[in-house]
């Protein structure tokens, strides 16, 4: 393969301010969008390479006068269509080179990875100042001891709900749903001082409908909150309290199966002429039906039926609806298992499914957040039609668990894994998350659900074999890249993974085992986050990828934030850092975060002392 010359580093294009004069046009509208490149790149002509209606055009870009380190180009795009890609064609003394939202290409690339701008989308702009906090409700606060789980309450394969003294250890042999712990909403709303003091202004909350686990992913009733949390009202109060703080909420569904004890599924074993039947798959009826990954507790809910459609989502009452209505009003969804929802062998409604639920929320509540659980490839589910996000696991955190401790992959079913203990090399994480990145409009990009870790991975305490410094620099790079943070509760003050229990252990409230120095980290960098314009809608571009470390800015046309990374048990050595490829004039004054260094752009380069293990964040000073 050959090597692409070290000039076009420096040609830049994104989806930011700086690039695009509307990251968010209307159809018909004319958009002007600009290329930056070095001084000394030798290109003669640049031309903007569109598709309307399928068929090629180029435009020929006009230059701006330059502003040292930088030359610039612009062209009016009209926004003809729904989707209008594009890609830059550079017309140079050493050949015909292109650039798409993947980076440069000595070759003509495929539209798949091209620029994107979506005509009339309506982003729900909040996203922008917004980090999350996730609740796994059982363990985050018992507030009314009295709704506590019961052994007498119900059978759940044989044995009752336990409820356990907080904080402690259950016994190996207790199934692992029955396992409760006492907490509920009154829990949440007692401790949100906490959450507003932490930063965050926005709670993801794990299912909180009728059902008889701790996770309640196994819903029987998706019309009422499972009482052992508090009941309808709780979540009504709950509510109100986030309103007085200015706060906002997902709840998360599941759409993709039910519950074994569900209503419908019982009608559905009981009759098979019930309308019910045709919600679910059965091979033999009653006993041999489609289960989500084949689990009987879980059969999985069968979208040819038109009736359940209406139900789930299509109907004025469907449960899509209702919870974003008062007195709940929650902001919006996280759909379990979005990657399987409607899909089930020759019947393949994934998309249509999608789009159903999509124009639901929507009409009920415009500004909803719709985010969609996906490990994998999502960015089919990602143009604008589909999901707002998905929980980024595949676009940001694996490819960053992989270059800090090592690659392991599994999959249901499968009895091994396949590892390594050699972490991935800076350019496969860049790589990675660079080909996320250019596969879906920036627009949607902005919206994508960044997190470290969940009720479903390890905790990132755990990821990292209890290293702080490899800890805060994952918390630094969560914070600061394209998107929407999440913190799992706990994780600031440095919970790790328990016996049984995993990353799903109660929230300590005992301040004196909190790690004080961590919590104050996080807090300095959700405030950076949430009063940052760069941070919240800045364009992304990497800067340096060495063996052990990376550095990449966002950038408005006004801010600039700089984050570097390094992951190596030895410091970088004292060296300079090159950023004129990334238009950062000389003389331009950046200040450190958490130090309060400060240093200058020279000769094209940033002097930086030796790095430790960790991240650092440099904020550019205004003149």
């Not at 929980?391 to 694996?398: D, I, L």
């Not at 668990?401 to 249901?412: E, I, K, P, V």
């Amino acid at each position: 393969m050959p090597h692409l010359p070290a000039w076009l580093q420096s040609v830049h294009h994104d989806g930011s301010d700086g690039f695009v004069s509307n990251p968010y046009p209307r159809l018909g509208e004319r958009v002007r969008i600009r290329l930056r490149a070095g001084m000394d790149a030798p290109i003669r002509r640049v031309f903007v390479r569109t598709a309307p209606d399928g068929e090629q055009a180029f435009t020929l870009m006009t230059p701006e006068e330059a502003t040292p380190p930088s030359r610039w180009w612009q062209a009016e795009l009209p926004i003809n269509q729904p989707l209008v890609h594009y890609r830059f064609t550079l017309e140079a003394e050493d050949g015909v080179w292109w650039l798409n939202a993947a980076g440069p290409s000595y070759f003509d690339p495929l539209d798949s990875a091209d620029f994107k701008l979506l005509a009339d989308y309506d982003a729900p702009a909040w996203l922008h100042e917004t980090v999350f906090y996730q609740i796994f409700p059982d363990r985050f606060a018992n507030g009314d001891p009295d709704n506590d789980p019961q052994p007498h309450e119900y059978e759940y394969r044989g044995h009752g709900p336990q409820t356990f003294p907080w904080g402690t250890l259950p016994p190996d042999d207790t199934p692992f749903p029955l396992v409760f712990f006492g907490g509920d909403l009154q829990g949440i709303v007692q401790h949100l001082d906490y959450v507003e003091q932490l930063g965050v202004n926005a709670l993801y909350l794990n299912p909180i409908f009728s059902a008889p686990s701790n996770h309640k992913y196994d819903v029987i009733d998706y019309e009422h909150v499972d009482r052992h949390f508090g009941g309808d009202a709780a979540l009504a109060s709950l509510r109100a309290a986030l309103d007085q703080r200015q706060m906002r909420y997902l709840l998360d569904i599941v759409p993709n199966h039910c519950g074994y004890w569900h209503p419908w599924f019982q009608q559905a074993r009981a009759d098979a002429a019930a309308p019910e039947a045709a919600f679910f798959t059965f091979s033999q009826h009653p006993e041999q039906y489609a289960a989500w990954l084949g689990v009987w507790v879980l059969p999985k809910l069968n979208y040819g039926s038109a009736e359940l459609r209406r139900r789930i989502y299509g109907g004025e009452d469907a449960v899509f609806r209702r919870w974003l209505q008062p007195p709940f009003s929650a902001d919006g969804w996280r759909v379990d298992v979005a990657n399987m929802l409607g899909r089930q062998g020759a019947s393949q409604l994934g998309v249509d499914v999608a789009r159903g639920i999509r124009q639901a929320v929507k009409e009920t509540r415009p500004d909803a957040y719709l985010l969609g659980e996906n490990f994998f490839d999502a960015t089919s589910q990602l143009q604008g039609d589909q999901f707002d996000g998905v929980m980024n696991y595949s676009g940001f955190s694996k490819p960053l668990r992989h270059w800090l401790q090592g690659y392991r992959q599994g999959a249901w079913g499968m009895d091994d894994s396949i590892s390594s203990p050699q972490p991935f090399p800076t350019a496969a994480l860049a790589a990675g998350w660079q080909s996320r990145l250019a596969a879906i409009p920036w627009a949607v990009a902005l919206q994508q659900f960044n997190l470290l870790a969940s009720h479903d991975t390890p905790r990132i305490q755990t990821q990292v074999g209890d290293n702080e410094a490899l800890h805060r620099l994952a918390a630094a790079l969560l914070l600061t890249f394209p998107g929407v943070p999440s913190l799992y509760y706990g994780d600031e003050i440095g919970l790790s993974d328990l016996p049984q229990l995993g990353s799903r252990g109660c929230m300590v409230w005992e301040e004196r085992r909190w790690n004080r120095g961590l919590l104050d980290f996080y807090r300095t960098l959700i405030h950076l986050r949430r009063s940052s314009e760069a941070l919240q809608r800045g364009g992304f571009q990497l800067l340096a990828v060495e063996r052990d470390s990376i550095a990449y800015q966002r950038a408005t046309a006004s801010q600039r934030v700089l984050v570097i990374a390094h992951r190596g048990q030895q410091p970088r050595p004292a060296s300079p850092l090159p950023v004129a490829h990334g238009g950062i004039p000389d003389g331009a004054r950046f200040t450190e975060l958490w130090s309060g260094a400060e240093a200058a752009v020279v000769g094209g380069a940033l002097p930086l002392a030796e790095h430790p293990q960790g991240a650092t964040v440099w904020v550019m000073r205004n003149a």
